[in-house]
């Protein structure tokens, strides 16, 4: 496991696709990262490639196998838990999901939101996948990171839609799906996938981060 952190989500339980009846136990969440391997994101060009769709999607699997895990020596212990698949879309066109992995991922302390709208983990970037656990268990929570991006702007120069501003609130997330649907409309990736902002972003060793 590359990545490992624990959120209180109590704050945003009302973003989260479950029913408050659902919800109403689990006020934490455990999140878990899995790092993509190197050599396959390098091979990421102006487009997404064959392998990295593959990639992607045994990372998602992986992860899925990961919290199964979790959850049922969870359960075993007595508590409650709630698996969340690594990569199921509720609503492509919204791009939303039962929750933003990403958003826990945050509050949990593994990393940060940067101008890619990705989260951005200090020392390997983006370059990693997510899942989570949501839990009743009593575990003491991480602490998000105050840092961001700094300086780098990697991704920026690399994103073939221009969607990456400078300003992360600039993100343009229309133009950003356009060009994932031109990639699976050419039959490039048979998923709204891009990876190649993934591949920009390697963390503090290659840029300084604030």
Not at 96 to 110: F, P, Q, R, V
Not at 165 to 177: L, P
Request: net charge positive.
């Amino acid at each position: 496991m590359t990545l490992f952190g624990a959120a209180d989500i109590r704050p945003v339980k009302k973003e989260i696709n479950f029913s408050d009846e659902i919800l109403k136990n689990f006020d934490y969440a455990i999140c878990m990262g899995l790092r993509l391997s190197g050599a396959v994101l390098e091979d990421v060009g102006p487009a997404p490639t064959k392998i990295y769709y593959h990639h992607y999607r045994q990372i998602n699997m992986a992860l899925d196998q990961i919290a199964l895990r979790a959850v049922n020596f969870i359960q075993e212990k007595g508590y409650g838990a709630l698996p969340i698949p690594a990569s199921q879309i509720v609503d492509w066109e919204k791009q939303t999901a039962h929750l933003s992995h990403k958003k826990i991922g945050e509050l949990a302390g593994l990393g940060f939101i940067g101008r890619s709208n990705l989260l951005v983990n200090p020392r390997i970037g983006a370059q990693f996948r997510l899942v989570t656990i949501l839990t009743d268990a009593p575990i003491e929570p991480d602490k998000p990171l105050d840092i961001d991006c700094g300086s780098c702007a990697a991704c920026v120069a690399a994103c073939p839609s221009g969607a990456i501003k400078m300003k992360k609130e600039e993100f343009d997330h229309i133009k950003c799906f356009e060009k994932l649907k031109e990639f699976r409309d050419k039959r490039l990736v048979d998923q709204f996938i891009c990876g190649i902002c993934v591949k920009a972003c390697k963390g503090a060793k290659s840029k300084g981060l604030s």
